[in-house]
């Protein structure tokens, strides 16, 4: 992990778990993602195992998306205003 990078604008201080997808981390706020995901609200509420990466006090959870695709889905959670209309239709069906 001592490769990866901080997503410029989903890394915030005082982000609760780190997301790690591909060589990006994303530091965002596992309530605010449980809020709007029951995929999230799921996978937080499985026990970690003994050992799992920490980075700033933070768990690090691995993700085996695109890049893209969780910035993505942090812009519709984060700036919703700003979200593709194209989105939000695909959740609707």
């Not at 591909?22 to 530091?27: D, I, V």
């Not at 706020?29 to 996978?43: C, I, R, Y």
Request: aromatic share 10%; net charge negative; proline share 6%.
């Amino acid at each position: 992990m001592d490769s990866d990078t901080q997503h410029p604008d989903f890394w915030f201080h005082d982000g609760s778990i780190i997301l790690s997808v591909q060589n990006t981390l994303f530091r965002v706020h596992q309530t605010v993602l449980s809020n709007h995901s029951e995929f999230f609200a799921g996978l937080f509420m499985v026990p970690q195992p003994s050992g799992e990466a920490i980075i700033n006090g933070c768990h690090v959870v691995p993700l085996y998306d695109k890049v893209e695709d969780v910035v993505d889905l942090l812009k519709a959670v984060y700036h919703p205003s700003c979200a593709s209309p194209i989105l939000f239709l695909s959740t609707i069906r």
